[in-house]
């Protein structure tokens, strides 16, 4: 258990619709991480918060949207959903300059 | 800008046997982490093991260790005692540790163990 928690960890929704991915970091860390994982390929990473901020931004398409709360929990909109859109999102904290540690992912089907 | 390099998508070995996994990187950092990440079939993302770049001791976790050369950029993982649990997919990564953000993974390099 990496002390990383996310949810919901399955999703199905139609396409067009919007949802809603929860994530709480380890305690005691700022960063928080999202990654999107298609079936059989590598991580891509999307955003990057650091204690309430926006730190890095990847290949975030403009209709996702992410924040991180005051406890450091974080959220990860996305909307107008597509076929293309299923995939495993992961979120991930760190220790400043430190390794990722990474939650169960969230798996997302759209129909 | 920097990049990882997995150049070997599959790989099998024997149970019991020893696998080596490669990894390539290429930055103009001098300081900086490299990883190896295990994903087996449940999709958890696991630290296998770190190494910082500054350290010339090669990283070692149990049966995991890697092989680190600084001036040829090359990260490798070798698995010694394979077992049928280490079947997952696995990354390379690399984070700089200074300035902004920069934490990058490889493509990752399916290993299967075969009874």
């Known amino acids: 258990d990496s002390g990383v928690t996310q949810t919901p960890k399955h999703l199905i929704t139609a396409t067009g619709q919007r949802v809603t991915l929860r994530c709480s970091p380890r305690?005691?860390?700022?960063?928080v991480y999202w990654y999107q994982q298609s079936l059989d390929q590598g991580l891509q990473f999307l955003i990057q918060?650091?204690?309430?901020?926006?730190?890095a931004k990847g290949n975030i398409l403009e209709r996702f949207s992410a924040q991180q709360f005051p406890d450091l929990h974080s959220e990860l909109n996305l909307s107008s959903l597509e076929l293309g859109d299923s995939a495993l999102y992961f979120c991930a904290s760190s220790p400043p300059r430190n390794e990722q540690f990474f939650g169960p992912g969230t798996r997302l089907t759209v129909l | 800008a920097q990049t990882v390099t997995q150049s070997q998508p599959e790989m099998s070995v024997q149970e019991a046997e020893t696998v080596t996994l490669s990894c390539t990187y290429d930055?103009?950092?001098?300081?900086?982490?490299l990883f190896w990440y295990k994903q087996p079939p449940s999709r958890q993302m696991i630290l296998v093991i770190r190494?910082?770049?500054?350290?010339?001791q090669n990283a070692t976790e149990n049966r995991f260790s890697v092989n680190f050369q600084k001036a040829a950029k090359s990260f490798s993982l070798k698995i010694s005692d394979s077992q049928l649990g280490d079947t997952a997919m696995y990354f390379c990564a690399f984070m700089k540790t200074s300035g902004t953000y920069k934490y990058i993974f490889g493509t990752g390099t399916r290993l299967k163990v075969l009874a």
């Open positions: 190494q910082e770049a500054y350290k010339q």
């Open positions: 305690s005691g860390d700022l960063s």
């Open positions: 930055t103009s950092e001098s300081n900086y982490y």
């Open positions: 918060y650091y204690n309430g901020e926006e730190r």
